[in-house]
């Protein structure tokens, strides 16, 4: 029973980083319908941003100051410097990018985008010497294979669109209403287009939020304290772009409905939640494992688009997302397997050498020898009631030896 236990309690233990990652891709796919609706009827984007990270820092800073303040290092200028540039990439120019490029296309679309992201990261990863690659191992091969493809369907997604392809429940769902007038077809290509380059860039942002949040969590340990800090930051940063790029007071209003839906879900789930959760998982798998899971994300939202949003999906996007996806998945594959060497080479090894089975025997008998003395110690114990003075036990000659790395 006992041996059940310690099984079951084990693949939890390793299962952790996937269940928290499939969650995350769950809360992010209500996100973008959600924001979708919200920016159809009209809501500033930059405005959004705002009030999505102030809900964000009120929620998650208690947490932080109470929980991490015996732990919390202090401040250094250049820990500020990271912290601000951290609120830059992630809650300003990914976040305003991302949602800019969402108004211009679809959910599905933009979250086909996003699956860009462990090959950006893994160019990144490698530029600033997290990755290694070593082009004669086939792990190697298949990330930077997986690369190419990645970029090749992102191109086709931007510049082929394609036929609209018809659900079978297609006909039965119209669209929700949207504050913006319909286009013709000429300005919703270029619309299009515009869209996808507002997303490449905002995914790039987010591939260098990844990459300095891992530098970051090196040097700063607390957590929670750090996700409030950038979230608290990129606020400050997102009042002072609104109020550059919206001269409108109106903007500012939210009411109760479904703008202030979207701030609060967005605050909770997709930046406190998902930021803290993210560095947890980082810390123990890397940034490439963290920006795997995407295409999850995108099967959700295509499914939850065409019902809720009546979202068309075009054979482009389709075509795209295939060779995008496989391309994700070549990535994660040769990081698993980068991850199963390095797990090997950790777990120590028994050495053999020549005649190597007269020297297990005599490793045997050296642990027999080692039993019987200590019952004889322990029975001395029991009829001489002097001080236990402690002397190390005697160790059988290389027991266990740390394989050499190749």
Known sequence: MEGKMGCFGDFIQRAKPYIAMI????????????????????????VLVVYRHAFATAVIAPFAIILERKVRPKITFPMFMQIFV????????????????????????????????????????????????????LRCQAKVVGTIVTVCGAMLMTLYKGRVINFVWSQYIHPPHSSSPPLSAAAADKDWVKGSILLIIATFAWASFFILQAITMRKYTAHLS??????????????????????????????????????????????????????????KRGPVFVTAFSPLMMIIVAIMGSFILAEKIYVGGVLGSVLIVAGLYSVLWGKYKEYKETEAEAIPEPVKHNGGNNQMIMVTDDLEANDIEMQKS?????????????????????????????
């Open 226 to 283: 750090l996700t409030s800090l950038v979230c608290f930051v990129g606020t400050l940063q997102s009042i002072a772009v609104t109020f550059v790029m919206e001269h409108r007071p109106s903007v500012w209003s939210i009411g109760w409905d479904m703008n202030l839906l979207a701030a609060a879900y967005a605050g909770i789930v997709s930046s406190s939640i998902a930021y803290y959760v993210q560095g947890l998982v980082m810390q």
């Open 23 to 46: 969650s995350l891709q769950f809360g992010y796919a209500g996100m973008n319908i959600i924001t979708k609706v919200s920016l159809n009827r009209g809501m500033s984007h930059y």
């Open 86 to 137: 951290l609120g830059l990439l992630g809650p300003v120019i990914d976040q305003n990018f991302y949602y800019a490029g969402l108004k211009f296309t679809s959910p599905t679309f933009s979250c086909a985008m996003s699956n860009m992201l462990p090959a950006m990261t893994f160019v990144m990863a490698v530029l600033c010497r997290m990755e290694k690659v070593d082009i004669k191992k």
């Open 378 to 406: 322990q029975i001395n114990k029991n009829f001489v009631p002097a001080i236990a003075i402690s002397a190390p036990i005697p160790q059988p000659p290389m027991l266990a030896v740390a394989a050499p790395k190749p």
